[in-house]
């Protein structure tokens, strides 16, 4: 990898990851962005899609290997950065993604409690400075409803479920309602533009 061997402090390189149906034809593309540990802790914002990442070998001997399946790559990158890792995103497209409707990463019911789990287990695993953890209620709250992107409108199950996290992310930090609301209305609008599609086959 010409990125890693001209930049030797960064242990983590990630470009950005395409999407293709079964036909292989482009469905869409997760543009890389910068890494920021707040956003991706307290606003539980998975930027890294892992296909499209590469690791540095000492990072990853240092860190550990990936957790088991009830926790999924963000969990990673928060430990890396815990560790003082540094993250290198480059706009060139490294991997494509093959969607399916039955993928596990599709799966609102596998994905949400995943992210929930990964915010909790962060907090309980690790000493933050005292920035992140006076924020842990809305660091919870927001992974919550960061958990409504999985969810589908044209899924009558999914009205209940989102019902349930509207519930649990008030619980969580009743102080941040203004933006679960605003994030709520955000992909209502999206949705209603799609045509309550599922915007991933959009």
């Known amino acids: 990898m010409t990125y890693l061997n001209d930049h030797p402090t960064v242990d983590v390189v990630y470009g950005s990851c395409q999407f293709i149906d079964r036909g292989g034809r482009d469905v869409w593309r997760l543009k890389s962005r910068p890494w920021s540990f707040r956003r991706s802790l307290l606003y539980c914002d998975h930027i890294i899609d892992q296909p499209a990442s590469f690791l540095r070998r000492e990072i990853v001997d240092r860190v ?20 003082g890792g540094r993250f290198g995103p480059i706009p060139d497209i490294l991997a494509a993604g093959r969607i399916y409707n039955d993928n596990l990463g599709s799966s609102a019911e596998i994905i949400i409690p995943m992210k929930v789990e990964v915010i909790d287990r962060i907090y309980r695993e690790n000493n933050l400075p005292a920035f992140y953890v006076h924020r842990r209620r809305r660091a919870l709250s927001n992974a919550r409803v960061r958990g409504f992107d999985s969810l589908q409108p ?11 996290l509207l519930a649990g992310a008030l619980r969580a930090d009743p102080s941040n309602a203004l933006y679960i609301v605003g994030h709520v209305a955000f992909l209502f609008g999206r949705h209603a533009r799609r045509g309550l599609r599922d915007p991933r086959r959009s």
């Open 64 to 83: 550990g290997p990936l957790r088991g399946r009830s926790l999924h790559d963000q969990d990673y990158w928060l430990r890396i950065g815990i560790a």
């Open 154 to 164: 044209a899924k009558p199950s999914h009205w209940w479920y989102g019902l349930k």
